[in-house]
């Protein structure tokens, strides 16, 4: 029992000291919360697929009562917005390539007479294709309420789909990539936190001292590993307060259940980060590493593409990509409500991670320094 005593006395000091170096390191300071709020709100209003208003140019060549009320009803939802009336085709180009719309609507001088005889008729819509993402969804905007309007010509006696998002049910893009934010801003904040910690020691001379102290090396890790892991966690709760209080985004699952999942992955992002300092001379290297670190786990989370999407060679590399799994399961708790037992899949691969890493650093701790 005395052992264990002093074992927590040791570790509540390590803590303690870790947690007041960041705290008073000025280079560290800056990129505590400030970064977390900056990314938390552009996410919220930057990356988003939806489009709130679709500007486009108009050709009428039809000027019939067909064709007035297809445009009134394009510009009743509420969505699109006329940024200019075109006069023929030629000018049709320069509208797109100026970027004054974004799509061009062209409704041919035959529209009326082929509705007229019930035969087909076609209204053609050019989008900007320079963003495939926003080009589609523009069309599909348009495509959707020309359905509706052939469906009220002919009295609803057409096949019909009807579609239904589960989860997401209005589609909304941030409710996608706000949660997927928490996993991703905490592993480049706890990635850089843990890396920093053993580099800057070095470079200030102090590294050296803290290893001929009573404290075993096994408690300088642990200690090195809680301080980032307490300090992700406050930045997860900022970013949690962001989403549900300004853009009121309801977490269905349970909170426990979340900050579980976060836990597991901090600690493996801890051992990613202490492996790289452990192996840096200094802060300038683990600055180096932890960015090549970053672009290559992003790409292969799923944060902004499916895994599925990927090559099949990509997709066993994800495998060993923390960010990969502690996305899948915040999504899930936050959308779909899932409990532990649902996301428990997640933790395996996060846990393994976590150890292999930190022994590995551990093990430089003892051996290399």
């Not at 900007?128 to 010509?153: F, L, P």
């Not at 301080?227 to 300004?246: N, R």
């Amino acid at each position: 029992m005395d052992g264990f005593r002093a074992f927590l006395r040791k570790l509540k000091f390590m803590i303690k000291k870790e947690l007041l170096a960041t705290i008073k390191d000025p280079r560290t300071r800056t990129i505590l919360f400030l970064p977390v709020i900056m990314q938390t709100m552009l996410f919220g209003y930057a990356a988003t697929f939806n489009l709130d208003e679709v500007q486009y140019a108009c050709l009428d060549q039809s000027r019939s009562k067909y064709s007035t009320e297809l445009i009134a009803k394009m510009e009743g939802s509420g969505v699109f917005r006329r940024v200019q009336t075109l006069n023929s085709t030629s000018e049709i180009a320069e509208a797109i390539d100026s970027d004054v719309a974004m799509l061009v609507v062209n409704i041919p001088a035959d529209f009326a007479d082929k509705l007229v005889a019930g035969e087909r008729a076609e209204v053609q819509v050019i989008t900007d294709g320079r963003n495939s993402s926003t080009s589609g969804i523009a069309a599909g905007y348009v495509n959707s309420i020309v359905a509706d309007y052939n469906a009220r010509r002919n009295g609803g006696r057409i096949l019909e789909t009807e579609t239904i998002a589960w989860y997401n049910p209005n589609l909304i893009t941030r409710w996608m990539f706000l949660p997927a934010l928490i996993p991703m801003m905490s592993l480049s904040q706890v990635l850089m936190l843990a890396g920093l910690s053993v580099a800057r020691e070095r470079e200030q001379g102090t590294f050296d001292q803290l290893l001929v102290t009573p404290i075993e090396p096994s408690i300088i890790l642990i200690g090195k590993a809680i301080s980032p892991i307490l300090i992700g966690l406050i930045q997860a709760t900022f970013a949690l307060i962001i989403m549900c209080v300004w853009f009121e985004i309801k977490v269905v699952g349970s909170l426990f259940t979340l900050y579980l999942v976060l836990l597991v992955f901090l600690l493996s992002c801890v051992g990613i980060g202490l492996s790289i300092s452990a192996v840096s001379a200094n802060m300038q290297q683990v600055m180096v590493y932890c960015f090549m670190a970053m672009m290559p786990l992003s790409l292969l989370s799923g944060v902004t593409t499916p895994v599925r999407n990927m090559p099949q060679v990509l997709q066993y590399f994800t495998l060993a990509n923390p960010l990969r799994f502690a996305t899948e399961a915040v999504r899930r708790i936050f959308l779909e409500g899932s409990s532990l037992a649902t996301v428990a899949y997640a933790l395996v691969p996060m846990l393994l991670i976590a150890g292999i890493t930190l022994p590995v650093a551990g093990w430089f701790f003892r051996n290399k320094l």
